[in-house]
C-alpha cells in the first residue's frame, strides 16, 4: 500500500525558513513525477512546484525564487526548502505523487505551516 507522510511543517516568523519532506513507501518512485499543494483557509487547492522523474522543475510564480523542490530516489523522499516565508505562505502543505506505471496519484495527509510573528 502506498503511503506518503510530510513532515517539518510548523510555526516560523515572517522572513525565516522550514524544509518540508514526504518520505513515500509502498512503490517504486523513481519513475513518478511529485508536486507539493498547498491550500489556506477559504482558498483552493493551489499547485506550489512540481519535480519530474527526470529532475525537471516548475514553480508558482508567487514562490519563485524562495523556494526549492527536489527529491533523493534512492530515499523515496521529496523535499520542498522555503525560504524568505511570508505570511501568505500560510496553508495546509500536501505532499503528491503520479505514478506513471500504475497511471495512479497519491496524496499524503498534509502539513500545516504557519508563517506568523
Known amino acids: 500500500q502506498v503511503q506518503l507522510v510530510e513532515s517539518g511543517g510548523g510555526l516560523v516568523q515572517p522572513g525565516g525558513s522550514l524544509r518540508l519532506s514526504c518520505a513515500a513507501s509502498?512503490?517504486?518512485?523513481?519513475?513518478?513525477?511529485m508536486r507539493w499543494y498547498r491550500q489556506a483557509p477559504d482558498n483552493e487547492r493551489e499547485l506550489v512546484a512540481t519535480i519530474t522523474n527526470g529532475g525537471n522543475t516548475n514553480y508558482a510564480e508567487s514562490v519563485k525564487g524562495r523556494f526549492t523542490i527536489s527529491r533523493d530516489n534512492t530515499k523515496n523522499t521529496m523535499y520542498l526548502q522555503m525560504n524568505s516565508l511570508k505570511a501568505e505562505d500560510t496553508a495546509v502543505y500536501y505532499c503528491?505523487?503520479?505514478?506513471?506505471?500504475?497511471?495512479?496519484?497519491?496524496w499524503g495527509q498534509g502539513i500545516q505551516v504557519t508563517v506568523s510573528s
Open positions: 509502498g512503490s517504486d518512485f523513481r519513475g513518478s513525477s
Open positions: 503528491y505523487v503520479y505514478v506513471y506505471d500504475f497511471r495512479a496519484e497519491y
